[in-house]
Antibody, heavy 121, light 109 residues
């Protein structure tokens, strides 16, 4: 059974870089698409982007200039970096696996529990 | 403001049916049959309930169904049960983007 676990600092200062890691167990990250999704307090979910094992990426146009998603195959991990953060980036951040059966690559069958990140000085 | 519009809340009694709507545009919901729905209990991982508008992953009860008309998708839950009480989110492919709804809180009375 696939399990995803997000980790990283829960507090980031404004203008700095948010760095999170998603550790996957139960399956190799190769052969799947992986996404990061976030939920600001009191708001809906927001797609951040995805990466394929070939390292092909696609990002939310509104975040594209600040986001990098990468893979570490040796550790079976997916990483997220979001630079120049502001209070608007405060959210619970989730990593998720794209469901292989869904068309469009836009649905997710496995999620982490999420990690809350606050941007504040 | 989320890209897809959902009602903030819906409610129903046990055994009844409820419908949660998800309205977008021709650039997302209306343009593709790639709508999915998630059940999300706060503090837990979201769960995929419906994908490709109306398909159910293995293990999801057939009380949950999905449909779409124009720019609006719907999640229908029949035979409401107490543990259906949760937040529900819709999601749609939107070209090179993916958009979600703002979420609907389902209360089972």
């Amino acid at each position: 059974q696939v399990q995803l676990q997000e980790s990283g600092p829960g507090l980031v200062k404004p203008s700095e870089t948010l760095s999170l890691t998603c550790t996957v167990s139960g399956v190799s990250i190769s052969g799947y698409f992986w996404s990061w999704i976030r939920q600001p307090p009191g708001k809906g979910l927001e797609w951040i982007g995805y990466i394929y094992y070939s390292e092909n990426t696609n990002y939310n146009p509104f975040l594209k200039s600040r986001v990098t998603i990468s893979l570490d195959r040796s550790k079976n991990q997916i990483s997220l970096k979001l630079n120049s953060v502001t209070a608007a980036d405060t959210a619970v951040y989730y990593c998720a696996r794209v469901y292989t059966q869904c068309s469009g690559g836009s649905c997710y069958d496995s999620w982490g529990q999420g990690i809350p990140v606050t941007v504040s000085s | 403001q989320s890209a897809l519009t959902q009602p903030r809340s819906v409610s129903g009694s046990p055994g009844q049916s409820v419908t949660i709507s998800c309205t977008g545009s021709s650039s997302d919901v209306g343009g593709y049959n790639y709508v999915s729905w998630y059940q999300h209990h706060p503090g837990k991982a979201p769960k995929l309930m419906i994908y490709d508008v109306h398909k159910r992953p293995s293990g999801v009860p057939d009380r949950f169904s999905g449909s779409k008309s124009g720019n609006t998708a719907s999640l229908i839950i029949s035979g409401l049960q107490a543990d259906d009480e949760s937040d529900y989110y819709c999601c749609s492919y939107a070209g090179s983007n993916v958009v979600f709804g703002g979420g609907t809180k389902l209360t089972v009375l």
